[in-house]
């Protein structure tokens, strides 16, 4: 695979931020070089993850004493994403390597997850912390097109750096090529029920990752799904926000579905169905609104 780089797009114009991301991707470029070139490395390999480990949790404590030192409103929220992965996906990475005694595939899992996170953090979470990205701006999922297919060119625009042009204002579920499907289930305070139901094709994900890691080529499979997802699940996440007000909507469901399972729920009819194109590839945009009918009372 052709080395890891830092890619100065991701940089949020923040000194001591900015800085520890390029570190924090020149020890995953340093592990990447272990496990490819490097025969019966576990020991190496314990103590580069270790000390990656130690430098990730530095580097969160720095981050959010800064949020807190500018009163960044979005303080809790970010918090949060920093202890999940600490606590959770941190923990389950590391019990998966010692259960495959740091076998070269289960370290290269860790590797793909923690770069794609982290670049999908980056991009959405911490480019917010400038004002880099349009999160504060929310859209109505039942305004017209054009105000709704700006909201998504948005996204793309903010994570990916693409334009994403309106290629067909009422998709039928054809022409979508291998990808990854998600759902978004979202309560309402008045009682009623948002959707979202989202495709992103393979393509598009995995060469849009490329690019944003300096990598025109990705020669592990296995690798690029994985970072890939982790970017795409973060960038899906991103997309629900612009599509709410934190005091209207309360996240109900995320959901990753199948191919099947998307095209199921497709057939239930969204009002909101358009197919986005890019230079990289293709992406759909579904979106619904129901009411919720209230039992009466018994008497």
């Known amino acids: 695979m052709k080395k890891l780089t830092w890619n100065e797009q991701l940089n949020i114009g923040v000194d001591v931020v900015d800085k520890a991301h390029a570190r924090l991707f020149k020890i995953v470029g340093k592990l990447i070089d272990l496990v490819e070139y490097e025969a019966n490395c576990e020991n190496a390999c314990k103590e580069s993850i270790r000390f990656l480990e130690d430098y990730t949790m530095k ?9 807190r030192s500018i009163h960044y409103k979005g303080y809790e929220k970010h918090k949060k994403l920093h202890d999940d992965f600490r606590d959770t996906t941190l923990v389950s990475l590391k019990k998966y390597l010692e259960k495959s005694e740091y076998s070269a595939m289960s370290v290269q899992r860790f590797i793909s997850v923690l770069i794609g996170w ?8 911490d480019q917010a912390i400038a004002g880099n990205v349009q999160a504060d701006q929310v859209y109505d999922v ?3 097109t054009p105000v709704v297919s700006g909201a998504v060119n948005q996204a793309m625009q903010d994570v990916f750096h693409l334009e994403a042009r309106l290629a ?15 759902r978004l289930c979202y309560n309402m305070d008045d009682g009623g029920k948002v959707q979202l139901l989202l495709v992103i094709e393979e393509q598009l994900a995995r060469r849009g990752v490329g690019l944003m890691l300096g990598l025109s080529a990705m020669h592990k499979p296995n690798m690029v799904r994985d970072a890939s997802m982790q970017i795409v699940e973060q960038f899906f996440h ?3 926000k612009l599509f709410k007000s934190e005091t209207e909507y309360l996240l109900e469901k995320e959901e990753l579905l199948t191919k099947d399972e998307f095209r199921e ?10 197919l986005f194109e890019t230079r990289l590839g293709n992406f759909v945009f579904c979106a619904r609104k129901w009411e ?8």
């Open 292 to 299: 919720v009918r209230k039992r009466k009372a018994a008497v």
């Open 118 to 125: 982290l670049t999908g953090h980056i991009m959405m979470e």
């Open 59 to 67: 580097h969160f404590l720095e981050e959010e004493a800064y949020m």
């Open 238 to 240: 991103h997309l629900g």
């Open 265 to 274: 729920d497709f057939m239930t009819r969204y009002p909101c169905r358009l």
């Open 142 to 144: 039942s305004s017209e």
């Open 168 to 182: 067909d204002a009422d998709y039928n579920g054809s022409n979508i090529r291998k990808g990854y499907y998600y």
